[in-house]
């Protein structure tokens, strides 16, 4: 498995984690983590897939800066600008 980030490099995962279970709030979601061996950066800390975002029926505003996870009729909510102020 080959992985293209968006400066069109190309990295090879060192594994996955499968079907870890994932809090996220008060929401517990089953996810895959794919094991990578890049440079750290405060910026990012968690990359988060397009399956993980469909399972949470996520809801992303750029402009607020707002990423909404949403299961059956709950809902929360998470400012953006407002986390990475304390990395």
Same mark, same amino acid.
């Given at each position: 498995?080959?992985?293209s980030l968006v400066d !069109?490099? *190309?990295i090879y995962p060192?594994? *996955?984690?499968?079907?870890?279970? /994932?809090?996220c709030a %008060?929401?517990?979601f089953p996810t895959d983590f794919v094991i990578l061996d890049i @440079? @750290?950066?405060? %910026?990012? +800390?968690?990359?988060l897939? !397009? +399956? /993980?975002?469909a399972t949470g029926r996520t809801l992303i505003d750029v402009e607020m800066g @707002? *990423?909404?996870?949403?299961?059956?009729? %709950?809902?929360?909510c998470f400012k953006v600008f407002e986390?990475?102020?304390s990395y």
């Open positions: 498995m080959q992985l !069109r490099s *190309i060192h594994g *996955i984690l499968h079907d870890v279970l /994932f809090r %008060e929401f517990v @440079e @750290e950066n405060v %910026e990012v +800390p968690l990359l897939g !397009r +399956p /993980f975002l @707002e *990423i909404m996870l949403r299961l059956d009729d %709950e809902q929360v986390a990475m102020k």
